[in-house]
């Protein structure tokens, strides 16, 4: 039997956001304005601009999760216009699933040392940590999986999921 699911987790635009997308209007207006006056002043200004360009994508990524037969890609979507993959693995390979902070996360024997955080820091979701241990992607993985997404992940490798 076929397993496809797929979890989106959305952030919202925050007043941080909403503050640097308007700078970078406010840095390339009064830049462009100047042009006559003061060359430098230009291209402070929207070099000023086309780095809170930049920044302001850091500000609004969402992730989403898939699930297909076993098999988990994790993708990162950045201002819902741009999409790339972050992790791709098994859950044959992962040893644990278990929420952030928990007994079984304190206990993993042989942590791995890489951290990769898959979920927006808008989100008031519980955190599960999965320790992926076998493979190139030896890490840990921090997301936040809803019920469906966790019981097939159980399905598969009931050993590795605790949700408590």
Request: with cysteine.
């Amino acid at each position: 039997m076929d397993h496809f699911y797929e979890q989106l987790i959305t952030t919202s635009k925050t007043g941080i956001y909403k503050t640097v997308n308007g700078a970078m209007y406010v840095f390339a207006i009064v830049g462009l304005a100047s042009f006559t006056t003061n060359l430098i002043l230009v291209v402070i200004l929207l070099a000023m601009a086309v780095a809170c360009f930049f920044y302001k994508q850091k500000l609004f990524v969402e992730f989403e999760y898939q699930f297909t037969n076993g098999e988990i890609d994790i993708e990162k979507i950045i201002e819902m216009k741009k999409r790339s993959k972050v992790v791709a693995f098994n859950i044959k390979e992962v040893g644990l699933i278990a929420p952030e902070g928990s007994d079984a996360v304190k206990d993993f024997y042989n942590k791995p040392n890489t951290i990769v955080k898959c979920y927006p820091d808008t989100s008031k979701k519980k955190v599960y940590v999965a320790m992926v241990t076998e493979g190139n992607n030896k890490m840990q993985l921090m997301f936040v999986p809803d019920e469906k997404f966790l019981d097939l992940c159980y399905k598969i490798n009931p050993r590795a999921v605790k949700k408590e």
